[in-house]
């Protein structure tokens, strides 16, 4: 059974950082693509970040410079590292596996605001 779990989300003040944590389980996690997406109130998921079985990663416009995608294959967690945060980061983030055995899964998000 594939499972994903996210941490570490918060409140935050403009320009402060957070870290978050996606704990995966079911899969063979060394192989396959991880990704991380947001969703803002009234908007559409989107994609933050992913990074492939050979740590190559990928980054929204948006939080280029800002934010760092990284994976430890021996813990089966994936992190997203957040600095220089802005009012427009605020959302819910998710984990997220995609198109695993003609499918996609989701963690159950996880709530950052960045607000003084």
């Known amino acids: 059974q594939v499972r994903l779990v996210e941490s570490g989300g918060g409140l935050v003040q403009p320009g402060g950082s957070l870290r978050l944590s996606c704990k995966a389980s079911?899969?063979?996690?060394?192989?396959?693509?991880l990704s991380w997406f947001r969703q803002a109130p009234g908007k559409e998921r989107e994609l933050v970040a992913d990074?492939?079985?050979?740590?190559?990663?990928n980054y929204a416009d948006a939080v280029k410079g800002r934010f760092t995608i990284s994976r430890d294959n021996v813990k089966n967690t994936v992190f997203l590292q957040m600095d220089s945060l802005k009012p427009d980061d605020t959302a819910v983030y998710y984990c997220?596996?995609?198109?695993?055995?003609?499918?996609?899964?989701w963690g159950q998000g996880t709530q950052v605001t960045v607000s003084s």
């Open positions: 997220g596996l995609l198109n695993f055995r003609s499918r996609d899964y």
């Open positions: 079911g899969i063979n996690f060394r192989i396959n693509t």
């Open positions: 990074i492939t079985s050979g740590h190559n990663s």
